[in-house]
C-alpha cells in the first residue's frame, strides 16, 4: 500500500512543478471587461475567461492533461466502496482541477489564484485517499 502511495506523491509533484509553470508562465486570465455594448457571460462558474494559449502553452496544457489524467485514473480505483460523500468531495475537486488545466471560465481574478486554488485541490485528493488507506490498514 505504501508504495502506491509513494507512487501518487511523486505523480502529484511533477503534476505541481507542471502546473505551476503551466499557469505563471503560459496562462492569463483575462480582466473582467467593463460594461459597454458587448455582451457580458456570467455563469455558475465564473465571469472571467482565459486568453488564447500559444503554441508552447499547448503542449504543456496537452502534456499536464495526460500527467492528471493518468494520476486521478490511478485515484479512481481506490474510490471503490466510499461513500457518495467522500466521492462527491473527489468529484468536485477534480472539477477544479480539469477546470484549470482546460482553462474553462472562471471566478479567479488573475492565474496565481487560480493556480493556488487547484495546488489546494490537488493536495486535499491526495489526504483523501491516505485517509482512506489508513481506514483500509485499519481494518485488515
Known sequence: METVLNNLDLMAKEIKDTLTDFMLNHS????????SDEVICFTPEGDRS????????RKVQSSLSKSYGLFYS??????KGQS???????SKL??????????RITWCKNTQQALDRALVALEDQLKLIQTIYKEKARKD
Open 50 to 57: 482565459y486568453d488564447y494559449l500559444d503554441d508552447a502553452g
Open 28 to 35: 492569463r486570465i483575462e480582466p473582467k471587461r467593463p460594461y
Open 94 to 103: 477534480d472539477e477544479v482541477l480539469v477546470g484549470t488545466i482546460e482553462h
Open 74 to 79: 490511478k485515484l479512481h480505483p481506490l474510490l
Open 84 to 90: 457518495d460523500d467522500v466521492l462527491s468531495k473527489m
